[in-house]
């Protein structure tokens, strides 16, 4: 019996449920995404605050990164801290620049999976980060559901790089983008509080 009470707690932090009588939980407003496209169809009006986001993609390098360059920067621009947990390739740093993301405020954490996992985690909990991109390759979803509350109980973005197999798992996601490579499009496939937009959006990376 003693594991309901931590159990329900962790579904409340990780604002899947909320208590009876008190309504739906109100939305707070999210970081602007950079594009108005998908501003417009996501019920915060940006990426979703204190929660995870997943970018499923079919291969890397589909302009993911560009994607999130205009959050970034505007993060970074504030002073808040962003961290990339064991990215698959070297950042090149330049590219960052000219993208508007402070490099001094830009950290990059190298790791095993393993080791990544414990660290995506604990640089989410911390307080001490503004958004964190980790590229988790596992179907467990109470490790993802580890990365929803630390996002939520450290107040930070969390961005979920994945391949676009696991769209098949159960995920704790706020939201879940897939690119579709044959229409060069990004297709929400989960919106956590708002409705799933029937077309892909065009983006421009």
Not at 5 to 33: F, I, M, Y
Not at 52 to 79: D, N, Q
């Amino acid at each position: 019996m003693a594991a309901i009470p931590q159990t329900l707690d962790a579904l409340l932090a990780g604002r899947t449920v909320w208590p009876a009588g008190r309504g739906a939980p109100q939305l707070d407003a999210g970081q602007p995404t950079g594009h108005a496209a998908l501003d417009a169809v996501l019920p915060s009006g940006g990426w979703p605050p204190r929660a995870l986001t997943e970018l499923l993609l079919p291969a890397e390098g589909v302009g993911e990164i560009s994607l999130l360059f205009p959050a970034l920067a505007r993060i970074t621009a504030a002073g808040g801290r962003v961290v990339l947990i064991a990215p698959p390739c070297i950042p090149y740093a330049p590219a960052w620049q000219a993208a508007g993301v402070r490099l001094d405020v830009l950290d990059v954490v190298e790791a095993t999976q393993d080791e990544a996992l414990w660290a995506f985690e604990q640089c989410l909990r911390s307080g001490a980060c503004a958004a964190v991109l980790g590229w988790p390759d596992t179907g467990d979803a109470r490790l993802m559901r580890r990365l929803q509350v630390a996002a939520d109980s450290g107040d930070c973005h969390a961005f979920a790089i994945r391949d676009r197999l696991h769209a098949a798992n159960p995920s704790p996601a706020a939201l879940r983008m897939e690119f579709l490579p044959e229409v060069q499009a990004w297709q929400v496939r989960k919106c956590r509080g708002g409705r799933i937009p029937s077309q892909p959006l065009r983006l421009a990376g």
